[in-house]
């Protein structure tokens, strides 16, 4: 079964247009890396497929499925999840929103949901900071807690916006490791500036710049990178438009 399909996409705010004719079909348990400047509708997209926003035009289907009847079958990890600070709510609270979610609005937490976040935070090696609040965990505490609220919900498959952000280089191995041992049990989308996750980690990668100019095998060329950044925004791009750490036709981690 495909995980995702999308056929025709369309979206703009008011008169600049995001997405155009975009049409890309995933594979389940595939792990897709989703690349392009800022500004490409990149994370425009995921919220499209989340139901947070909704397309002008075309078709998108979850497992089958329309996008309201595969809400409870999405995990999603937004962006800047680390930069939360204030917020008095302790890890385990913030765990248990995702079996909330899918338990409904007003339901109450029985004894069951309590043992599958635990169980989920254990997995992800946070269950020591379930009364610690978020606002006192270090990124990527932060990113494995909202990860754990994440599959507290069960999905089929996770989301995650630019989770390295705000995350140190070990932090990133052990996120993106995690990540590959889901991904035998799920599908995994990941929305990254970081190509040196693609050799390593994903099985497939989308290279979204307004268009899909690119959408297959894990190994980045040149010339598919000069057609979707275009040699414009992106932050860490040579003279040809070309990311830094890209040689060759592979990316050097």
């Not at 348990?29 to 909704?54: C, D, M, Q, W, Y």
């Not at 979204?208 to 959408?215: G, Q």
């Not at 990178?225 to 050097?252: F, K, N, V, W």
């Amino acid at each position: 079964m495909n995980a995702i399909e999308i056929t025709d996409l369309g979206f703009s705010y008011g008169e600049n247009p995001i997405l155009t004719d975009v049409s890309l079909t995933l594979p389940e348990r595939e792990f897709l890396a989703v690349i392009g400047p800022n500004g490409g509708g990149k994370s425009t997209l995921l919220k499209i497929i989340l139901g947070i926003l909704r397309q002008d035009r075309g078709a998108v289907r979850v497992f089958g499925k329309t996008i309201p009847e595969a809400a409870g079958l999405i995990g999603y990890v937004p962006q800047d999840v680390t930069s939360a600070r204030g917020f008095p709510i302790t890890a385990f609270q913030v765990a248990m929103m995702g079996r909330m979610r899918l338990k409904g609005r007003f339901a109450s937490a029985a004894q069951a949901d309590t043992d599958k976040v635990r169980s989920v935070m254990e997995y992800l090696e946070v269950a020591h900071l379930a009364d610690s609040t978020v606002d006192t965990l270090s990124g990527g505490q932060k990113q494995r807690v909202y990860i754990a609220r994440a599959l507290a919900m069960e999905p089929r498959m996770l989301f995650l916006d630019e989770p390295t952000s705000s995350v140190d280089t070990k932090g990133q191995k052990d996120l993106f490791d995690r990540l590959r041992e889901l991904n035998k049990t799920m599908t995994i989308v990941v929305v990254s500036h970081d190509l040196s996750i693609i050799p390593r980690y994903a099985t497939s990668v989308a290279c979204i710049n307004n268009k899909l100019h690119f959408h297959g095998l894990p190994e980045i060329t040149p010339e598919m990178l000069r057609m979707a950044y275009g040699g414009t925004g992106c932050d860490e791009c040579d003279s040809l438009g070309i990311p830094q750490g890209l040689h060759g036709g592979h990316i050097h981690a």
